[in-house]
């Protein structure tokens, strides 16, 4: 433990110093090779193939739920 300093606190306190948020261009490269290192270039394009299948799976999820709030609400079938 990092002396109760929590994974997600950290990543906070990352995120909130000057210059520390989301990668930029060069930045992706470096984070796109350390990957190919770890995992090599034979199980990489199935681990994003997992990825996008999952981000698609969370966007039909979230069109079903916001389906279902409109069925179950009786004022959206007056708007």
């Known amino acids: 433990m990092m002396n109760g300093l929590t994974s997600l606190g950290f ?4 995120l909130s110093l000057p210059g520390c948020g989301m990668p930029a261009g060069g930045e992706w490269m470096w984070i796109a090779l350390i ?4 995992f090599g ?4 394009p199935g681990l994003m193939g997992g990825l996008g ?3 698609n ?3 039909k999820g979230l069109k079903d739920g916001e389906s279902s709030e409109d069925e179950d609400d009786p004022d959206a079938l007056d708007k």
């Open 57 to 59: 799976e969370f966007k």
């Open 35 to 38: 990957a190919l290192v770890l």
């Open 11 to 14: 990543l906070a306190l990352l």
């Open 41 to 44: 270039g034979a199980k990489l």
């Open 53 to 55: 299948k999952g981000m």
